[in-house]
DNA sequence: GTCTGCGAGGTTTTT
DNA sequence: CCTCGCAGAC
């Protein structure tokens, strides 16, 4: 078997006994220079010591990056694999290796220490476990496998389940991870959480993992750190090795990661950080503003870079989301500015509900690509929306499918998330690793082989008391008994599977065939091809989808510690699509046309964002509008509903804040379809007619949500919240009744669902539609 | 041990 | 609305 870690130590080793001189090659010339603004160069060029690179959006902070690392190459001050770059995402390290090797003219030979803080660190770690008091081959849990494990715990401890959720005890334990605190360090004035129990709790659990031989996602940073403070001799050996660091989105990083690159960073202090303050969306999880805010003090005599000149939007755009990021008070302060002068100004509209809003924007994303708007034709590929919470994709979706609108949906749910693969996963992760217990209790009872929680119960209860691993306490109670004939039958002929696998994974078969052969073997498989339910043949495809991305791996190791630390499945259609994701998703991305709908007070901003974080949560929320703005190149157009149906309720909302936040001057308000009687015949065909229409808040639109408003007795718009209106008041029409819609012509009521008509159109047919777009036929006026 | 039906709770964001 | 976990019946 081969050991692709161990080949990878040696080469380590080796490289550090190359002399040095080595490596002073003479500089080349340095062409990609020139093509670089005189912030970029400095950022390029100010290679020794501390340098803080704020880079605006859109002002080339990756172009800034890569170049720099290509610089350090060039003027040999280091090799690729003395170069620590951190990234935030696997695409992000994906993408930077590839342009650097762009840059650089060729190929260079793999930067292997270019990844995630999770990568390194699993990397980092695998080399010292045993410092950690881990097997190198630990393997790293999924949210799944802790959830399960922290459920277990729980109940051991004799906790009400229902008052204190496992779920609620991982996010504790997870913020404590990202605060870098160990059991022992949580300080006291949280001892009460999770039933005054939460400390007891995570140190059993990481007790549990390291008898598993496992970490979870914090782990993975956390050891190391450990591993770095407790052995100094460690940490001097890679202070030493890598000569050069570099961090992107630094305003992202939490306090673990935070505490982890100050180590390595100390002696030479070679360290570049690029981030933007207001790009800082991810305080959630742990991120730290403060880290990139302090910068300055924690590395004394840094150079601090601030890129301004974007590249990327027209001066409207820039301008609404300068106006929105300027109501937020802890910052350090850009000014971006362009030269490109002109375009078009940010649209904004409202709409009467939901799903009017993915109806216009379904019709505008038509129209923009036949190049109806008066612009240029767009591809649709050039398009997004961008939405708050994954829950609003569905009116979209539904929407596009109905109108035959080709979409992707970027980061939903993720293919090594389901279950089929998770399953599947567990199978592998066995037959690789017999010790894998979590893996192995799983799928000890699936497909179903008469394998419940008593057999499950006496499994770890063997085990422990036999201090082996759950595989191998089936194997004993297969043997020795302890659970019914039948049982035991089916245990053995599991452990034999296991057995045979893991033979074969060590005499190194190939990976393919042998995970076809699990599947099929296994009866897992077959399970699925005998249930009936609809989604079972997608699973199917999904599992043979599997097998086919384990061609691109060496081995099943490999796959695994893919799948584990890439959760990512980036699938790279070439079809013109348009793009529907989370404004998270789309840091870092850019399309000519952005839609960003669901500016609504407590879906945008997120109401629990604000309770939970106060002031805090608002300001991150206001950077999230930040990020959705500035991704638009060309034209942005901004949306929010007055109604929107959350578990089957209707409820009203007023405009974000946000929206009062943008710029007067550099909006636009497009009327709203509707308000004269019509579907989208009825909306104004070309956007010098809108601006015809007046300013902003002084629009129908506006107008008539405040109204409404006001007419409830709710007050000013500002201070209200939702509220939840009886649905059967909105309608007017009984069933039976005559009416007339803009579009379809006439027809009678079929159904009548709050606001919703079903509606027998005599020549469009059967559809549903708002109450509010249609008229009843008698007053139509001609 | 497995299946069914019921009630409760949930969705913000991800390595 | 949908999904998940649990109690009760087979």
Request: hydrophobic share 40%.
């Amino acid at each position: 078997m081969t050991n692709a870690f161990e080949e990878e130590a040696d080469a380590f080793a080796a490289a550090a006994r190359t002399p040095l001189s080595m490596r002073a090659m003479a500089a080349r010339p340095a062409p990609y220079l020139d093509d670089l603004n005189p912030a970029q160069r400095a950022a390029v060029e100010a290679l020794d010591g501390p340098v803080l690179v704020l880079a605006g959006a859109g002002t080339g902070k990756t172009r800034a990056l890569t170049t720099r690392i290509a610089h350090l190459l060039n003027t040999g001050r280091a090799r690729p694999n003395e170069i620590l770059a951190v990234t935030f995402t696997n695409k992000a390290a994906r993408e930077m290796k590839h342009r650097i090797g762009s840059l650089v003219g060729g190929v260079v030979e793999g930067m292997p220490w270019l990844g995630t803080f999770h990568a390194l660190s699993t990397k980092l770690l695998r080399r010292h476990a045993e410092l950690a008091g881990l097997k190198s081959n630990f393997t790293i849990l999924d949210t799944d496998d802790q959830l399960r494990l922290l459920r277990q715990l729980v109940q051991a401890a004799n906790i009400d389940e229902k008052r204190w959720p496992p779920r609620h005890l991982a996010g504790l334990i997870d913020g404590w991870k990202n605060r870098a605190l160990t059991p022992e360090k949580v300080p006291s004035s949280e001892a009460h959480a999770f039933a005054h129990r939460g400390t007891e709790l995570y140190a059993a659990y990481q007790e549990r993992l390291r008898t598993l031989n496992a970490c979870d996602f914090g782990d993975l940073l956390l050891h190391v750190l450990g591993i770095l403070q407790a052995h100094p001799d460690v940490l001097e050996k890679y202070q030493r090795w890598f000569r050069y660091i570099l961090v992107d989105e630094y305003q992202d990083t939490n306090v673990a990661q935070y505490l982890w690159l100050r180590l390595l960073a100390a002696g030479h202090r070679n360290v570049a950080c690029v981030g933007d303050d207001d790009q800082s969306i991810y305080g959630w999880r742990g991120a730290e503003v403060g880290n990139i805010l302090r910068f300055e003090k924690d590395f004394p005599g840094a150079t601090v870079i601030r890129l301004e000149q974007n590249y990327r939007s027209t001066s409207h755009i820039l301008a609404a989301a300068s106006g929105v990021i300027a109501a937020n008070a802890s910052r350090l302060g850009k000014t971006l500015w362009t030269e490109a002068e002109g375009g078009e100004k940010v649209r904004l509209i409202g709409h009467w509900d939901g799903e009017e809003e993915a109806r216009w924007i379904g019709e505008e994303i038509e129209a923009l690509s036949r190049g109806s708007r008066g612009l240029d034709p767009l591809s649709p590929d050039g398009m997004a929306i961008l939405v708050r919470a994954t829950h609003q994709m569905r009116a979209f979706e539904d929407r596009f499918l109905t109108i035959g609108l080709p979409y992707r949906v970027i980061g939903g749910p993720r293919f090594y998330e389901r279950q089929e693969i998770r399953d599947a996963m567990a199978y592998f992760r066995v037959a690789v690793s017999p010790e894998d217990g979590l893996a192995f209790e799983r799928i000890v009872n699936t497909p179903r082989r008469g394998l419940g929680d008593k057999a499950v119960q006496e499994i770890n209860r063997t085990a422990r008391e036999h201090e082996v691993s759950p595989l191998d306490a089936a194997r004993l109670i297969a043997r020795d008994g302890g659970l019914p004939a039948k049982a035991r039958g089916s245990l053995g002929a599991l452990v034999a599977d296991f057995d045979r696998w893991h033979a074969q994974v060590r005499e190194g078969a190939d990976h393919v065939a042998l995970s076809e052969a699990i599947l099929d073997e296994s009866g897992y498989a077959a399970m699925w091809q005998n249930e009936k339910s609809p989604d079972a043949q997608g699973r199917l495809e999904n599992l043979k989808e599997l097998v086919k991305a384990l061609d691109e791996f060496d081995n099943l190791q490999g796959f695994l510690e893919h799948v584990a630390l890439v959760m990512d499945n980036e699938t790279e259609e070439a079809a013109e699509k348009v793009s529907i994701m989370t404004l998270h998703a789309a840091k870092g991305l850019e399309f000519p046309c952005v839609f960003l709908p669901g500016w609504e007070d407590g879906l945008f901003p997120s109401q629990r964002a604000m309770d939970e974080s106060g002031l805090k949560g608002l300001e991150e929320e206001r950077r999230l509008a930040y990020v959705g703005i500035t991704r638009a190149q060309r034209l942005c157009t901004i949306s929010f509903a007055a109604n929107r149906r959350i578990y089957n309720q209707w409820q009203s909302a007023m405009p974000s804040r946000f929206v009062d936040e943008l710029p007067e001057a550099h909006v636009e308000v497009l009327t709203p379809p509707g308000l004269y009687g019509g579907g989208l015949s009825a909306a104004p065909s070309t956007l010098a007619d809108v601006a015809a229409r007046g300013d902003v808040y002084n629009s129908p639109g506006w107008r008539r949500m405040a109204s409404r408003a006001t007419e409830r007795g709710m007050g000013a718009p500002r201070e209200t919240r939702t509220m939840t209106i009886d649905a059967s008041a909105v309608s007017p029409y009984e069933p039976g009744a005559r009416v007339f819609h803009q579009k379809f012509g006439y027809g009678t009521v079929e159904a009548v669902e709050g606001d919703k008509l079903s509606v027998a159109f005599d020549k469009a047919g059967s559809k549903h539609v708002v109450a509010r777009f249609v008229t009843t036929a008698e007053d139509v006026p001609f």
